[in-house]
């Protein structure tokens, strides 16, 4: 009898046990809280021209995730105008969303925006062109780094017996650009620090044309037919300075030198030999940190301007002896 009670009160226990794991199991308040912290805001993204593959892969990645967790993203396409952009900028800060997310064409195009975005108690995320004002998060390149890199590889090769010369040309696309600030800065440190003697015979501008960086090439390896490299500020623009060499004949002497976020068409350059060395900061790392950023500042209770958060991508250098399929990746805006 004694153990019949003793076996219904173990099985009744089990019973109660069963049910309070069944119930841990439907419910979990992290996720709840998560979920409903995010769901209905309101995020304003500011690129410069939804025409790049970077720009692009970025808003694949915010849409995915805006769709998962329930929250908008609402696109403002300034189309290379900082102008548009400023005034979109403008808009958006007296619609009052719950963030902005924003490249900025320039270092001080947006500043005082930016300062009035945070006063209004709007949180802004600066994403791959960082501002001389900070804001509530950066994510994106380290520009520094990149030019620096840039910078060592062609003082090795320029200022090694044998090269043709310690004549480099550079091709920027907007000066007062943080992509071209930065990459100049850490350029320009590299060779310095090299000691090497490398001398810089032109330094000049394209705007991102990749028809206006072939122009300038041209004229430069005209004007300096043993030049020993060319560095460009960017990928998509300096298709034009690989396809100049090219046409000239001297790609076997003239070491090119560019960077980009990771697109196939970057990749295929290197195996042509448009670009001698790809220094990749991958695009996609790079979305998946804004999407992290972006759920946590929508959860955050924290005031605009409160903290300033930095997360700068790794870069990665890819030439024909590194290159591999998964070296590049090709755009997709579902992805």
Not at 132 to 148: E, H, R
Not at 191 to 219: F, H, M, W
Not at 237 to 249: F, L, S, T, Y
């Amino acid at each position: 009898m004694k153990l019949k009670h003793l076996m219904a009160g173990a099985l009744a226990l089990a019973s109660v046990a069963g049910g309070v794991a069944a119930q841990q199991e439907l419910s979990n308040a992290s996720r709840d809280s998560y979920l409903s912290a995010v769901e209905g805001k309101r995020v304003v993204y500011i690129p410069m021209s939804m025409t790049t593959d970077l720009v692009l892969t970025w808003n694949a990645f915010l849409q995915r995730q805006a769709d998962e967790l329930g929250y908008t993203v609402d696109v403002r396409d300034p189309n290379w105008s900082a102008e548009a952009g400023a005034r979109a900028l403008t808009q958006a800060i007296g619609e009052r969303p719950d963030l902005i997310v924003l490249q900025n064409p320039d270092v001080q195009a947006y500043a005082r925006l930016i300062q009035r975005a945070t006063k209004a108690g709007i949180k802004v995320i600066q994403l791959n062109m960082e501002s001389l004002t900070q804001s509530d998060a950066y994510v994106g390149a380290d520009w520094y780094g990149v030019g620096q890199t840039a910078g060592e590889a062609i003082a090795a090769r320029c200022g090694a017996d044998g090269a043709s010369s310690n004549k480099v040309a550079v091709v920027t696309g907007v000066p007062t650009a943080p992509v071209d600030l930065f990459q100049m800065s850490g350029f320009r440190a590299a060779l310095e620090e090299a000691g090497g003697g490398i001398e810089i015979v032109s330094e000049q501008s394209a705007g991102y044309d990749p028809s206006k960086a072939r122009a300038i090439t041209s004229s430069v390896l005209q004007q300096n037919p043993d030049l020993c490299a060319v560095f460009g500020i960017w990928d998509g623009q300096d298709a034009g300075i690989g396809a100049a060499v090219k046409e000239a004949g001297m790609a076997e002497q003239v070491f090119v030198v560019s960077s980009g976020g990771g697109a196939q068409t970057s990749c295929d350059r290197v195996a042509d030999g448009s670009f001698d060395m790809f220094i990749e900061y991958d695009a996609r790392m790079q979305g998946q940190a804004l999407n992290t950023l972006v759920a946590s500042m929508l959860q955050s209770d924290r005031e605009a301007g409160s903290e300033q958060l930095v997360y700068y991508g790794p870069n990665y250098v890819v030439t024909k002896d590194s290159l591999t399929p998964a070296s590049c990746f090709t755009v997709d805006e579902d992805q």
